[in-house]
């Protein structure tokens, strides 16, 4: 899990537009060789889902991609649109819709290439919440129970918790039953007072439908806020 949550950090940062880097149009780039990743997150605090989509040269380490006049890429059929930034730290394809209350059941993506050839992608979001607040000891072993799916081996979670003096980020262990674990070395950075916390919960999958390099696709969750009380 701490593997895939570092190349997801590292996707994340493509996507957003934090790695400098030039371009090519994909008119100008052998069809085979174009690695594509794909993005959903959705922040349930906002309702906001975004949809990201970037094309590089080989791998996620690569040129990134402009997709030509010939070529295009959709998300639950509607089309992305490039982002502001990308004249000048690459390029990616969006779409945010506000105020999504559920998550759509198909979360597709659909890339047609200047060859005209169609990919067709879904990517999987599992969401996590806990409705009640909770307390953690700095000396105890803490079971947290969520609602959920059980944690893939393929996810990542992270626990977050902020006060105005403080903030930390956990990974707890995932047991089965939809529960959490958190030691007591976990927590032995974290002072004791009261938090907001929530949690992300990533998916990251290799399973991509595309050519000859392959692909990338996660799948982000943020959860509603509680309050928790370290003691």
């Known amino acids: 899990m701490k593997f895939l949550y570092v190349r997801f950090i590292f996707f994340c940062l493509l996507l957003t537009g934090l790695v400098s880097c030039n371009s ?6 052998e069809q085979r060789l174009i690695f594509p990743s794909y993005i959903v997150s959705y922040n349930a605090i906002t309702e906001n889902l ?13 040129l990134f991609i402009r997709l030509s006049r010939k070529s295009k890429v959709t998300f639950n ?12 730290k690459g390029i990616s394809y969006m779409l945010t819709q506000h105020n999504m209350a559920q998550i759509p059941a198909k979360l597709n993506f659909v890339y047609v290439n200047d ?28 079971i947290i129970k969520y609602i959920g799916k059980n944690i893939d081996e393929n996810e990542s979670l ?4 902020h ?17 959490l674990e958190l030691t007591a070395d976990m927590l032995f ?23 000859d390099r392959g692909g990338i696709s996660c799948g982000k969750y943020e959860s509603k806020k509680v309050k928790v009380t370290v003691q």
Do not use: C
Request: glycine share 4%.
């Open 189 to 211: 950075d974290v002072e004791a007072g009261e938090y907001e916390a929530y949690f992300v919960r990533t998916y990251y999958s290799t399973n991509v439908e595309a050519m």
């Open 158 to 161: 992270i626990l977050h918790l």
């Open 163 to 179: 006060n105005d003096k403080n903030s930390y980020e956990l990974t707890p262990n995932p047991l089965f039953g939809s529960t």
């Open 24 to 29: 090519k149009s994909s008119d100008q780039v």
């Open 50 to 62: 975004t949809a990201s989509a970037t094309f590089q040269e080989n791998n996620e380490s690569g």
């Open 115 to 142: 060859d005209g050839r169609s990919f067709s992608n879904h990517v999987i979001l599992n969401t996590i919440a806990i409705n009640h607040s909770f307390v953690l000891g700095k000396q105890d072993h803490n």
């Open 77 to 88: 059929e509607i089309e992305l649109k490039k982002s502001s930034t990308e004249k000048v």
